[in-house]
């Protein structure tokens, strides 16, 4: 059925994202909130909210309880999971769907295959996607793993088959460091993620992360393109980019089609990400993950393809085909995404939560700015310290970069500290120009780089 109503079951910068998605379709938005967001620019923004529990997000943004006691007061017929807190969780999904509501995003029984990392990777092979040497599915004891590591050789990942976001890996490159850290990684996995298992993979070394955007209608299965997610701190992603910079056209073909492949393995329904590990000396590419919802970069691939990914999921979930063909899909440009947190980079990126008492947000055409902020808006300290993001689109990545630049100086966000000197940083930097960077790049250069607010435009380009 078509959708009418949708409750959004998140908050922030993606909460503002649906709300406006939503009502650009002629659809009713009820933000759902918390107590600390009661205020916040997306309930606001919204035709409709509603309280789900108090600040913390056990109580609140994770209460599949509330929220589905919420979405029923509120008499809506779908259910926006945004990304993060239940967006992919198998059970919110399915009880969304005994409720009888619709859930955004693919069944309960894709989350739940697809997030199993290894389950996940057994579905790649089926599909003829490249994956990285590793174990086939959760290695059974020490002796399997042991065993497995020595036909494959070090370095390896000990990786959580339930993890996700970067969490539950451990890179290990020696037997007696391997047989330490195996059983500490099981007890972590379970306490974490409620499942110890885990699995093995050999690590790619000097690799670069590069995904790309599918969309599905449970029948046909379309990419579009890629996007470069190397520029990384702690494995969470700082700096991304459409496309990925350096693809010849027939590595870009085989990866796009790829995922397509997956997609279709699994009547994929909605929008979501098949991530890659790229080397870029040989030009394999090998199997990460599926993300199984919309991704905090969506909006790059929206600038360089011209689709509202957000309101095609709506759509989707709501019974529509596929409106796009992938034929009718093409790259226009470049266009670059940096996420603006409310972290002091000259402090070990501390936290920095307060009230914002200036905002300035740069005009220029090309330039973007996905956020939740307003002038005397107080930042909570509860919640992910993602503020909003950036995003340029230009005819070229040298151009893009110096379109970043350029909406960087003149973005002003008072009262708070916040990442922007590291972008700055960033656009400036020569090895960041040209390319030359991968994974493990980001956190060496800041430990040899430390932003200190004296630190000059000069030296950050060092």
Not at 42 to 63: E, F, H, Q, W
Not at 92 to 99: G, I
Not at 437 to 443: Q, R, V, Y
Request: include cysteine.
């Amino acid at each position: 059925m078509a959708i009418r109503s949708l409750l959004i079951a998140n908050r922030g910068e993606i909460a503002v994202r649906i709300v406006r998605a939503a009502q650009s379709l002629g659809i009713r938005a009820v933000q759902a909130h918390s107590a600390a967001d009661a205020e916040s620019l997306a309930v606001r923004m919204a035709d409709d909210s509603v309280l789900i529990g108090p600040p913390p997000a056990a109580k609140s943004y994770l209460n599949i309880e509330a929220i589905i006691a919420a979405a029923k007061e509120k008499g809506v017929d779908a259910i926006h999971p945004g990304y993060g807190f239940l967006a992919e969780n198998a059970d919110f999904a399915q009880a969304v769907v005994d409720a009888g509501m619709i859930f955004v995003g693919p069944d309960a029984a894709a989350i739940r295959l697809l997030g199993d990392k290894v389950a996940a990777r057994k579905v790649a092979k089926e599909a003829g996607v490249p994956t990285v040497p590793g174990s086939d599915g959760r290695v059974a004891d020490m002796d399997e793993a042991r065993a497995l590591v020595e036909e494959i050789g070090f370095p390896v990942m000990i990786k959580a088959a339930a993890g996700g976001g970067g969490r539950g890996i451990r890179i290990v490159d020696s037997f007696a460091e391997f047989e330490k850290q195996f059983p500490q990684a099981a007890s972590e996995a379970a306490a974490a993620f409620g499942d110890g298992g885990l699995y093995i993979e050999k690590v790619i070394t000097k690799a670069r992360h590069v995904e790309v955007q599918i969309l599905g209608d449970g029948t046909d299965v379309i990419h579009c393109f890629e996007r470069e997610c190397s520029l990384q701190r702690r494995r969470q992603k700082v700096w991304e980019e459409a496309p990925a910079f350096g693809l010849s056209p027939d590595i870009r073909e085989k990866l796009t089609a790829s995922a397509v492949a997956l997609g279709k393995q699994v009547g994929y329904k909605g929008a979501g990400t098949v991530e890659y590990l790229y080397d870029g000396d040989t030009h394999d590419f090998y199997f990460i993950e599926v993300n199984t919802r919309i991704q905090v970069e969506h909006p790059v691939t929206e600038m360089i393809t011209g689709i509202d990914l957000v309101a095609e999921m709506i759509q989707i979930a709501g019974g529509a085909p596929l409106s796009i063909r992938q034929e009718d899909v093409a790259i226009h440009g470049h266009a670059i995404e940096c996420r603006i947190n409310a972290e002091d980079p000259a402090a070990n990126f501390m936290p920095n939560p307060g009230t914002v008492d200036r905002l300035v947000v740069p005009a220029a055409e090309g330039t973007r700015f996905d956020t939740m902020l307003y002038e005397g808006y107080t930042v909570p300290p509860f919640y992910d310290s993602l503020l909003g993001k950036m995003i340029v689109h230009a005819p070229d990545r040298a151009s893009a970069i110096a379109r970043m630049g350029e909406a960087l100086s003149k973005l002003e966000i008072g009262g708070i500290k916040t990442t922007v000197p590291l972008h700055a940083a960033l656009a400036q930097n020569a090895d960041v120009r040209a390319g030359r960077f991968d994974t493990k790049w980001l956190e060496p250069w800041l430990a040899g780089n430390p932003l200190r607010p004296e630190t000059t435009k000069a030296e950050h380009a060092l």
